[in-house]
């Protein structure tokens, strides 16, 4: 099997051609979508999601090759650090009141 690369109009274009027909005995090749994927990732050729697909094999000269289409892959801008929200109280804070001034009013009163 043979495999081109090429880059245009922010695709990537990936040609595969097989051997001729075989006869009988000989081995016949098959090329999927993830023979596709190892042949890019073993290239380091980052891609985004296939945009075409074919079915390549050696069994019939029609399909003998045959070209796989990929976007090119987008690099995500940096995206700024969200601001830490600021949460607010459901019911109103309560001040803690003076216990001291708590005790002597309650002895005063049972007087």
Do not use: W
Not at 55 to 70: C, Q
Request: glycine share 2%; charged share 40%; aromatic share 6%.
């Amino acid at each position: 099997m043979k495999f081109e690369t090429e880059k245009k109009d922010g695709k990537i274009f990936v040609t595969v051609y097989t051997r001729k027909h075989p006869k009988k005995e000989e081995h016949r090749e098959k090329v999927t979508l993830k023979d596709i994927l190892r042949v890019l990732e073993e290239n380091n050729i980052k891609h985004g999601k296939c945009i075409q697909s074919v079915k390549v094999t050696n069994r019939t000269p029609d399909r003998s090759s045959g070209v796989f289409i990929f976007e090119l892959a987008q690099l995500k801008p940096k995206s700024k650090p969200k601001p830490k929200r600021k949460y607010t109280r459901r019911t109103s804070k309560k001040t803690p009141s003076d216990p001291i001034a708590e005790i002597t009013e309650k002895k005063l009163d049972t007087d």
